[in-house]
């Protein structure tokens, strides 16, 4: 069994910052992608980023593009999405995820972490 555990989350002001982190546990695999998703009330989920294993390949969401940063950590099993200049339409429940193929596609998910950006 995997585990991912989201962090990070709150409370900002439009045009501030927050930073998430997503640490799995659990089963451990040679190389995986991870990324981030969100879901705001009453809409579906929506890809935000992805960065791969070796962290040469990443890929971002047109509306997070210039914004946000997805980087692996130390170790390799977290994730880190930097959030700068954060809008009212960033709100959403942010979940992390990871993908054992590619970064399209997606085995295990976190419970979410809610990031709230007022106006």
């Known amino acids: 069994q995997v585990q991912l555990v989201e962090s990070g989350g709150g409370l900002v002001q439009a045009g501030g910052s927050l930073r998430l982190s997503c640490a799995t546990s659990?089963?451990?695999?040679?190389?995986?992608?991870m990324g981030w998703f969100r879901q705001a009330p009453g809409k579906e989920r929506k890809f935000v980023a992805a960065i791969s294993w070796s962290s040469n390949s990443t890929r971002y969401a047109d509306s997070v593009k210039g914004r946000f940063t997805i980087s692996r950590g130390d170790p390799k099993n977290t994730v880190d999405l930097q959030m700068n200049s954060l809008k009212p339409e960033d709100t959403a429940v942010y979940f992390c995820?990871?993908?054992?193929?590619?970064?399209?596609?997606?085995?295990?998910w976190g419970q979410g972490t809610q990031v709230t950006v007022s106006s």
């Open positions: 995820a990871l993908g054992l193929s590619n970064l399209y596609e997606w085995n295990y």
């Open positions: 659990g089963r451990t695999f040679s190389s995986y992608g």
